[in-house]
């Protein structure tokens, strides 16, 4: 699983026109899925977005993880985030899983979140043309990948 994590002021997520979900102070996490992903995956990187501590303390320290602070969670897929771009000028997604295999991790991994963070988090919704908006607050951006654990 590869993740994009937007420290953010505020986020949501429009499809057709309709204002789905939105999220104050938290993280925006963009979410990719191939079909090597496991329920490990899920677990581990769950754990590390929001035990990520990339919210300042009281020094302006970033020091404090998105659970600490109470903060919320919009998470994303983006099949995209396994383009590949070694050929051509049109990027291949054949590394990313197919929606029978995606969407079940997809929906575990919200399950893991809302475990690992205590409450609810909000969504986009698997597969649709979504427009996301946010308002980046650094702006902080951090890329994990599960499978190199970096």
Known sequence: MKAVIQRVKQADVTIKDIR?????????????????????????????????????????IPNISVKDMGGELLLVSQFTLYASTKKGNRPSYIKAAKPEFAVPLYEQMIVQLEKDLGKKIATGEFGADMQVSLLNDGPVTIIIDSKNKE
């Open 20 to 60: 789905r979900a939105a999220i104050d102070a938290g993280l925006l996490v963009l979410l990719g899925i191939e079909e090597a992903d496991t329920m490990e995956d899920i677990e581990w990187l769950s754990n590390k977005i929001v035990q990520l501590r990339i919210f300042d303390d009281e020094q302006k």
